[in-house]
């Protein structure tokens, strides 16, 4: 498929992008705040959507921002640079996950992404559905010329998205503690790419 087809944008907000099922809705400062210090109530308000009953949680936070709220703060456009909640579009709203890039692209214009799916809602493609509409609108961005995703050779559920949405193993390197990490790069343009890790 068509990356520029995996998804369309809301016609009353253009920053959220629209998939088959799901409303893949921006993450705002305000809402890493709420997140961060907790606030369920206040998160789920912003998100216009019901929260998984784990969430906010430490871990999600770790993984997700993996930053001090201060660090976010200083520079929101840059570190939430296309991050996306994941909102099931049947029903009640209800967030089901979400796609993170880690920041705006580097240098180089490579962006990271990463992405995750509460665990009731695994299994059903919506990591693979969200990811692959992000990533799409990921590369459509000025001056972005690749997306890279990094898994683990054990680790099936996330190598299944990776490949489901055309990304390409790049390089591996050694993680300190999990074994061998895979790096998988899509570009804009199809080519190579070289990365420096």
Do not use: N
């Amino acid at each position: 498929m068509d990356l520029a087809a995996r998804f369309t944008t809301h016609e009353a907000d253009p920053s959220v992008l629209v998939t088959e099922r799901l409303f893949l809705a921006p993450i705002t400062l305000p809402m890493v705040e709420a997140v961060m210090l907790g606030d369920r109530r206040r998160a789920e308000e912003l998100a216009r959507a019901r929260l998984p009953d784990a969430w906010p949680g430490q871990q999600l936070i770790h993984q997700g921002f993996g930053a001090s709220l201060e660090s976010v703060r200083d520079d929101p456009d840059r570190r939430l640079w296309g991050d996306r909640l994941m909102i099931a579009r049947d029903g009640e709203p209800r967030v089901v996950g979400s796609v993170i890039f880690h920041g705006r692209p580097d240098d180089g214009g490579i962006a990271e992404v990463g992405y995750g799916v509460e665990e009731s809602s695994r299994g059903f493609g919506f990591a693979t559905e969200a990811t692959g509409a992000c990533v799409a609108w990921a590369l459509a961005q000025p001056g972005v010329r690749g997306v890279i995703a990094t898994t683990f050779a054990w680790h099936r559920a996330s190598l299944r998205v990776i490949e489901k949405i055309g990304m390409c193993l790049a390089c591996s390197r050694e993680h300190p503690t999990l074994g061998e990490l895979l790096v998988f790069c899509i570009t804009t343009d199809g080519a190579p790419v070289t990365l420096d890790l």
